[in-house]
C-alpha cells in the first residue's frame, strides 16, 4: 500500500488557508497513487498556537475545518492533527489526531505525554490520555502516536513519564506506527530524532512512519525531515530540511517492510543553521503581513551575516540596507557596508547621524543639563540610529531586522531601545565565533566573496567612541563564548566552569554580566532559536532577583 507524507508548513490561526493546503496535498498525493496520507502534528490549526486555545471560537473552527476535509476529501485516507474538545461533559481540550476515510472519521488519537519542558508548555491546554486504539486501511493495521509520544524512549534525560504509548499500541497488534510531529530544529537535533526512531522500531519490531511540520513560527523554527524506519530501524526515506514536501512510499504489511528507499546526504551544521535562520526570516516576515526588511549596516560582521540571510530568505529586491556613520564609524567600516550591499545585489542608503546628534546634545544641554557621562554619550548613537530605522519601518512598512548577536545580548553588551530595536533578531541564538563561522560559510556556499574579507578579519568594534574595540570590555569572545555556553546553555555553576580551567574571577564578572542584563532581554525583539537553550521563549527567568542561592554561600556566613 502506498502511503503519503505530507510535509507541509501550516500557519498558526489561518485554519481555512491550512485546510486548502491539506486538501491540495491530498489531492497531489492521491494522483500519485497513495491510499492514505500523514500530516504532523495540530496540522489544520497550526502548531504551536498557545494561548489561541482558550479562545472558544478558535477551537470551534478547527473542528469545522476538520468536518469541512472531511466532506470534501475524496479517493483517499487523511490523518490528521487538530484541537478536539474530550467531551461535551468536560470540556477538556486534547491534541488530537484525526483518521478520516470514505468521508467520514474512522476514529481518533489523544496525545498521551504534554511535555513541559524548554519551550513546551502543553499542559497548560491539554488534557492527557491513555486510550489507545489500532486502526485498519486496506491489510495494514496502524496505531497513531502524537510527537512527544514516541520520546518515552528518551525519558530518562528530564521527563517523568509513567505510560509509554507505543509499548500499550504494541500489545494491540499493529504492524505500522505512525507518529504526528511538530518538532522545533535546534543544531543537531536531526540525529536525535533519527537515533530515537531507529532505537524504537528495533526495540518493538515495528516500522515507522514520522511526520514532521517545517515552519517558521514566532521564535521556534520546524524543519520538517520526515521519513520512515524498518522495523530493524533502517531508514528507507527522508524527506527534504526547511522545505515543504511531499514523499509516498510503498509499505508491505506481510514483511512490514517499506519499499522505497532514497539516498540520506550527510548533514553540514552550518549549512543547517543557515537554512533555518533563512526559513525563520521569511516566514516571519511573510506570516505577520510584511514584504521587505530594512537593516541597519554598520560594517560589522553580525549586520553582514543577517543581510545575507535576509537575501536569501526574501530576494535581494526585498532587502534595504542603511548605514549611519558617526563621527566615529572608520571608513572601511561604511566601505564595507557598500561593498556588502553591492555583492548582495540590495538596496543602500548613508543617512549620517552627526548632525542628530550635535542637535541632541545641544537641546540637552539648552533644556536639562548636558551629557557628560561617556556611556550615555555612546548610547544616544545607537538610540538615534533605532529613530532612523524605526522611522524607515512605519513609513514604507518594512520590519526591522535586528543583528544583535547571543554573546552581546547574553553580556549586555548592547543598547536598549537603540541597536536592540526591531521586530525580528536574525542571529540572536549565535555566539559571535559562531558568527563568524557562518559568515565564512556563506562565501564558501555562495561560491564568491559576497561578505567582504576585511568585515571577517578586522577587529570588532561597537564604534561609539575613539579606538573603542569590544575586548577592551569583555573577554576575547573565544573564551567569553565558552563560558556563555556552559552558563546559560549547559547551566553549570560558576564553581563547575572554574573546574574546567577557567579563571573564577573572569568566570564570576561573565555570570554577574549575564545575570544584570535580564531587563533587557525582556524587552529585545523575537530571537530565532536554534540552540537547546536560547533567550526567549525557553528562558524564563526573573528579572529582579540576587544570585545568592548556592547553599555554600549560605554555610559561609553562617561560620562568619
Known amino acids: 500500500m502506498k502511503i503519503a507524507l505530507g510535509q507541509i508548513n ?34 489544520i490549526c497550526g502548531y504551536p498556537p498557545l494561548d489561541l486555545i482558550f479562545k472558544p471560537s478558535f477551537v470551534r473552527s478547527n473542528r469545522e475545518a476538520l468536518a469541512y476535509l472531511t466532506e470534501r476529501v475524496e479517493g483517499i485516507g487523511v490523518i490528521v492533527g487538530y484541537v478536539d474538545v474530550k467531551s461535551s461533559v468536560s470540556k477538556k481540550l486534547v491534541n488530537a489526531a484525526a483518521f478520516i476515510d470514505h468521508n467520514q472519521i474512522v476514529g481518533r488519537q489523544y496525545k498521551t505525554l504534554l511535555p513541559t519542558y524548554d519551550v513546551f508548555d502543553e499542559a497548560r491546554y491539554f ?12 491489510d495494514v493495521r496502524f496505531g497513531l502516536t502524537i510527537c512527544e509520544d514516541i520520546w518515552y524512549q528518551r525519558e530518562w534525560e528530564n521527563r517523568n513519564y509513567t505510560s509509554d504509548p507505543v509499548a500499550k ?29 531507529q532505537n524504537t ?10 511526520v514532521n511540520q517545517i515552519a517558521g513560527n514566532d521564535e521556534l523554527i520546524f524543519d520538517g525531515r520526515s521519513f520512515v524506519a524498518d522495523r530493524d530501524g533502517k531508514i528507507q526515506m527522508v524527506a527534504k530540511a526547511f522545505e ?12 512490514q517492510r517499506f519499499k522505497a528507499q532514497n539516498v540520506i546526504e550527510g548533514d553540514n551544521q ?6 533555518a535562520l533563512v ?59 557598500r561593498v556588502l550591499a553591492n555583492n548582495l545585489g540590495i538596496k543602500f542608503d548613508v543617512i549620517p547621524i552627526d548632525k542628530m546628534m550635535q542637535e541632541t546634545l545641544l537641546n540637552f544641554q539648552d533644556n536639562v543639563y548636558a551629557l557628560k557621562n561617556s556611556l550615555s554619550l555612546e548610547n544616544i548613537q545607537p538610540r538615534l540610529r533605532g529613530i532612523i530605522l524605526m522611522a524607515i519601518s512605519n513609513e514604507f512598512n518594512y520590519l526591522v531586522l535586528n543583528t544583535g548577536n547571543k554573546s552581546e545580548i547574553a553580556c549586555g553588551y548592547c543598547t536598549l531601545y537603540g541597536d536592540m530595536c526591531g521586530g525580528l533578531c536574525a542571529i540572536g541564538d549565535l555566539l559571535k565565533t559562531k558568527v563568524y563561522e557562518l559568515a565564512n560559510y556563506i562565501n564558501v556556499m555562495a561560491g564568491e566573496e559576497i561578505i567582504p574579507r576585511s568585515t571577517i578579519t578586522k577587529r570588532p568594534s561597537a564604534e561609539l567612541r575613539e579606538n573603542q574595540f569590544d575586548d577592551d570590555t569583555l573577554p576575547p569572545y573565544a573564551t567569553l563564548d565558552k563560558i556563555i555556553s556552559y552558563y546559560v546553555e549547559e547551566h553549570l555553576s560558576v564553581p563547575q566552569i572554574e573546574e574546567l580551567g577557567y579563571n573564577i574571577n573572569l568566570v564570576q564578572d561573565v555570570v554577574n554580566l549575564i545575570d544584570r542584563s535580564e531587563f533587557k532581554r525582556k524587552q529585545s525583539a523575537p530571537t530565532l532559536k536554534i540552540s537547546q537553550c536560547s533567550f526567549g521563549v525557553g528562558w524564563k527567568m526573573p528579572i529582579a532577583y540576587k544570585a545568592k542561592y548556592i547553599l555554600e554561600d549560605l554555610l559561609c556566613q553562617v561560620k562568619l
Open 201 to 210: 522500531a528495533k526495540k518493538f519490531n515495528l516500522p515507522i512512519i514520522y
Open 279 to 337: 526559513l525563520g526570516v521569511k516566514d516571519f516576515t511573510r506570516k505577520c503581513g510584511f514584504s521587505k526588511v530594512v537593516i541597519g549596516l554598520s560594517g560589522g560582521i553580525d549586520s553582514a551575516v543577517t543581510a545575507c540571510i535576509a537575501k536569501y530568505a526574501l530576494g535581494a529586491q526585498n532587502v534595504y540596507g542603511v548605514a549611519m556613520p558617526s563621527k566615529y564609524s572608520s571608513g572601511h567600516a561604511l566601505d564595507d557596508a
Open 10 to 43: 501550516p500557519t498558526v490561526g489561518d485554519i481555512s488557508g491550512n485546510i486548502l493546503k491539506i486538501l491540495d496535498y491530498a489531492n497531489q498525493a492521491k494522483s500519485l497513487g497513495a491510499r492514505l496520507i500523514v500530516f504532523p502534528e495540530l496540522a
Open 127 to 138: 488534557e492527557s490520555t491513555n486510550e489507545y486504539n489500532v486502526f485498519t486501511v486496506d
Open 244 to 255: 515543504e514536501d511531499l514523499i509516498v512510499v510503498d509499505f508491505d504489511s506481510r514483511s
Open 169 to 197: 499500541l504494541k500489545l494491540l497488534d499493529p504492524n505500522l506506527i505512525i507518529n504526528l510531529s511538530a518538532s522545533p530544529y535546534v543544531i543537531n537535533k536531526e540525529k536525535v530524532r533519527c537515533d530515537l526512531i
Open 270 to 275: 552550518l549549512e543547517n543553521i543557515f537554512k
